[in-house]
Nanobody
Framework: QVQLLESGGGSVEAGGVLTLPCTAS????????MGWYRQTPRQERELVAQ???????YYSDSAKDRFTISGDMTKNSVSLQMRGLNVEDTGIYYC?????????WGQGTQVTVTT
C-alpha cells in the first residue's frame, strides 16, 4: 500500500518560512506528479503547487513568487518551501502523488500563521 509521510508543519509568524517535506513509501509505479494541496475552514481543498515528471511545475496564484516546490521522483519525494507566509496561508496541507495506477494522499499537516 502506498503511503505518504508529511512533516514540517507548525506555527510561524507572518512573514516567516516553513518547508514541508513529503516522501512516499510502498509500491509506487511511475510517478506522474507530486504536489501539495491546502484546505481551510472557508475553502475546499485547493491545489497549491505541483511538480511533474520532467520537472515542470504549477503554482496557484497565491503561491506564485512565494512558494517553491522541488523534489526527486526517483526517491518518491517532494518538498514545498513557503516564504512570506501570511494568515491566509493557514490551513491543513496535504501531500499528493499520482502514478500510473492511482492517486494517493497524505494525512495532512497543519500550518498556522500568526500575526
Amino acid at each position: 500500500q502506498v503511503q505518504l509521510l508529511e512533516s514540517g508543519g507548525g506555527s510561524v509568524e507572518a512573514g516567516g518560512v516553513l518547508t514541508l517535506p513529503c516522501t512516499a513509501s510502498g509500491p509506487v509505479f511511475s510517478i506522474n506528479n507530486m504536489g501539495w494541496y491546502r484546505q481551510t475552514p472557508r475553502q475546499e481543498r485547493e491545489l497549491v503547487a505541483q511538480l511533474f515528471r520532467g520537472d515542470s511545475t504549477y503554482y496557484s496564484d497565491s503561491a506564485k513568487d512565494r512558494f517553491t516546490i522541488s523534489g526527486d521522483m526517483t526517491k518518491n519525494s517532494v518538498s514545498l518551501q513557503m516564504r512570506g507566509l501570511n494568515v491566509e496561508d493557514t490551513g491543513i496541507y496535504y501531500c499528493s502523488l499520482q502514478d500510473r495506477r492511482d492517486s494517493y494522499w497524505g494525512q495532512g499537516t497543519q500550518v498556522t500563521v500568526t500575526t
